[in-house]
């Protein structure tokens, strides 16, 4: 006996669909950090130490840092973000934060709602060099050099959780919200 019409097709689609999902499917939950056409005109190659040393040249250009958050000052028409920033990975994912070169300042034109940027928090941006705010000493005697930067997107990323008693493989993020997660 030979199927045809609609019982082949959906023998077709039997033996492909698994191919597609294994190959694929990720992808549909686990979308880019932003999409390209956020990240049209930004330099991605930029590291936080260049535009400290560059932040003159660099004003007005649109770059991606990440780091994780030091302090939040939410005003009534914007708000500040110390953010200690960190090496990229090929996600825009932030490593470990380098607190020896100094800070970002952040600044977004609305408030922001502190439970989404507590301090810790990891975060990955979109924004434009600004300047630097003038250097100031902390009170352990350590210069604090902020360069500050205009907040145009941001991607706030899940806690690092011990997914199956740390496994060494990559996981799903709960909620399907962003790349992988590696416990």
């Keep these: 006996m030979s199927v045809s019409g609609p019982g082949r097709i959906i023998r077709v689609l039997c033996c492909f669909l698994p191919v597609v999902l294994l190959t694929g499917g990720c992808a549909i939950f686990n979308p880019p950090t932003f999409t390209p056409r956020q990240l049209s005109g930004v330099d991605t190659t930029l590291s936080y130490s260049a535009i400290l040393h560059n932040y003159r040249e660099l004003e007005g250009q649109k770059v991606v840092v990440g780091g994780r958050t030091v302090h939040l000052d939410n ?60 250097p100031a000493l902390t009170d352990s005697g350590r210069t604090l050099r902020l360069v500050t930067l205009d907040v145009l997107d941001l991607h706030t990323w899940v806690p690092e959780t011990a997914i199956m008693g740390g496994s060494p493989y990559p996981v799903m993020t709960p909620g399907f919200t962003g790349p992988y997660q590696v416990p």
Excluded at 116 to 133: F, N, Y
């Design 75 to 134: 005003r009534t028409t914007r708000a500040y973000v110390e953010l200690d920033p960190a090496p990229l990975d090929h996600n825009f994912r932030p490593g470990v934060p380098d607190a020896t070169s100094g800070l970002l300042l952040l600044v977004f034109p609305y408030p922001v709602d502190p439970s989404a940027l507590r301090d810790g928090q990891r975060i990955t941006v979109i924004a434009t060099v600004r300047r630097m705010k003038r």
